[in-house]
């Protein structure tokens, strides 16, 4: 998937398939048989497994297997549906799945085990990945979406959910007992509900985290990395990134997502989610620009002056390039840079970085961001809106979501019984604290307009970063500029499209919650 023009984490990385199951889909393709040919389905799961799936060099490296399983069977949707069940209902039936066009062919493939299971034939939808929203919005409107299903940009659901262009879940969920409980609650409240009701699957489950250089932060701490006590405030990583920047020959303080747009809301809503930092009150008023929103951007402001060259104009692909070629000693950013660095063919600083605790501040709270990922959607005009389900289910299981993590394709779990399997945490570095994190996870709602907020959030602290305007005028300009988009989409003067109440349980889960350490 492409957002706005900008390449997704998976997109770029050609190493993996962007849904996954591209190895073992091949032995599956173009096979497709009639309910009572179908292969039984245990044949089809032996086949969902370490050594069919995950690549050779990283099962080398790491000593991966399928005799050290780096899920739960138990907690595994794919090998506790009733396959039989789902045959006798629904077999022979199809289901057209909007995809992102660059990702066809490897859902092709991905997809395959699933109709060996199912019975289900799936059609691809191409979409132009630039235009997925758009395109995907039309087609709503026009009242006859030619898909049942599709993946996209968590921020949107409330711009699918909320107009009802999205098919209720709550009953097939129940129905094929689709292990909920498994999902951390903030993939769970924010990718799956929209006002109170489950409109998706969690798919793409991200969080954003503080990553450090072990050999040059170490110089300079004058001993081994604490992961929550060496760098417990922004206030010390502000500091330690001042004293890096330069230290050794091209190699920068620390590195920041400060393009335009979504880039730069996401960086600072990571470090003011610390300070306290609420988007909305009760009432939906924008109360972002008051102290906490200030404070985490003057924090921004100041390890900007540490940062990297041209770091205003960093996205994703661009900040990931410079953690894994070794051009900055920390890094603000997603997990994944700490799954990629562990990786030889992707990285330079393999063995040398870790992944630490949020760094917190005075007077604000232990709030690990979840920014950005994706979910899974029925659309409501589906004509087998249960065959589409069934379809979502299979590709946002544990199994295949863990492996995902082994193949360190940016396609990650947000499974309770995956991120604390052990053998996974082998694999994946920043599992361990990312687990732990999740338990206290900050997150922007899903509201109609969302996404649009963030881009124009953005643009205005982007201003800030490169000295067109203060900190405090780009929060005020933006706060203005969203109250806007909040008044046209409905929030004031009425009913508002979502209730704050539904809402608010998912905004922070560590409220009330002691720290971990």
Known sequence: MRISGKLSRRSLLKGGSALGLSAIGASWGGRLLAASQLPDPQSVLDDISISKY?????????????????????????????????????????????????????????LAPFEALSGIKVELVPIPDDSFYDKAIAEFISGNASFDALQFFSPWLGDFAAPGFLAPLDDYAAKWKLPLDDFYDTYRLNYGYFNGQMYGIPFDCDIQMVHLRKSLVEEVLGGPIDKWNSVPSYDEL?????????????????????????????????????????????????VFNGDAGMKGMDTLLALSKNAIEGFAGAGWGENRAAWLGGQVATNISWQDSGTQAMRPDQSQIVDDF????????????????????????????????????????????????AMNEANANGVAPGYKSVLNNPNLQEVSQPAEVWAKSLEYA???????????????????????????????????NATATVRNIMDRNGFYGGQPPVDYAAVAPGLWIGEGKALPF
């Open 354 to 401: 870790v992944t630490i605790y949020e760094p917190r501040i005075d007077g604000g709270r232990f709030a690990p961001p979840n920014i950005a990922g994706s979910t899974s959607c029925v659309a409501a005009n589906s004509q087998n809106p249960e065959g589409a389900f069934l379809m979502l289910a299979f590709l946002t299981t544990s199994s295949i979501m």
């Open 442 to 476: 900050w997150c922007a709602p899903r509201l109609p307009g969302m996404f649009e907020m963030e881009q124009a959030i953005g643009n205005e602290i982007n201003r800030a970063l490169v000295g067109q305007i203060t900190g405090k005028e780009a929060l005020e």
């Open 54 to 110: 995950v690549r050779a060099d990283y099962r080398d490296l790491y000593g991966m297997s399928d005799d050290k399983p780096i899920w739960d069977k138990s907690k595994d949707w794919i090998r506790t549906a009733d396959w039989e069940a789902v045959r006798s209902q629904l077999s022979g039936t199809t289901v057209r799945f909007a995809i992102g066009a660059a990702d066809q062919e490897s859902a092709a493939e991905a």
């Open 238 to 286: 502000i500091r330690l990134s001042a004293e890096l920047n330069g230290k050794k020959a091209g190699v920068a303080g620390v590195g920041l997502l400060g393009a335009r747009g979504f880039w730069s809301t996401y960086t600072w809503e990571h470090i003011a989610a610390q300070a306290g930092m609420v988007l909305f009150d009760e009432n939906w008023e924008p």
